[in-house]
């Protein structure tokens, strides 16, 4: 990714401004929603589509979440541990809460969770108070999505 993308990250930003002494504190989440068994390959996806329309890094990233229904799925334990970051799950009354911050909807999701994106509520849930989504989820061939949300306020 090229250096001007980085900056374009409102997370990679406060990151470098902690480096230089000023005492930001922003968070970086990637939310994600999956189909039960999808692959670390599509999760990989989905987080790269996101990390790419945000000009974000994976260095950025200070935490994955998704619900609790989900956080035993193979493929998001493997990418937390290829990614050495904590794959949290807030509770569903957070999820709730969020969910009227959601950009997009999914019928699917909807009938599913009670959520209209689980990628975006879990994002913004686990940011917590005052988080902001970076964009809509991004898909991965139907199997994942990904959302990216962060505590640093917009420009």
Known sequence: MSPEQDQRCPAAAARQARAAGDMGDATLVAGFGCRRGAPAEAIAAALDAALHDA?????????????????AEPGLQAMAARLALPLTTP???????????????????????????????AALAAAGPGARLLGPRRSAGGLATCALATTEPAP
């Open 91 to 121: 509770p569903d009354a957070a999820l709730a809460a969020a969910a009227p911050a959601c950009i997009t909807a999914s019928p699917r999701v909807e009938a599913l969770t009670g959520l209209p994106s689980l990628a975006e509520a």
């Open 55 to 71: 000009g974000c890094t994976l260095a950025a990233l200070t935490a994955l979440a998704t619900s609790t229904a989900k956080a």
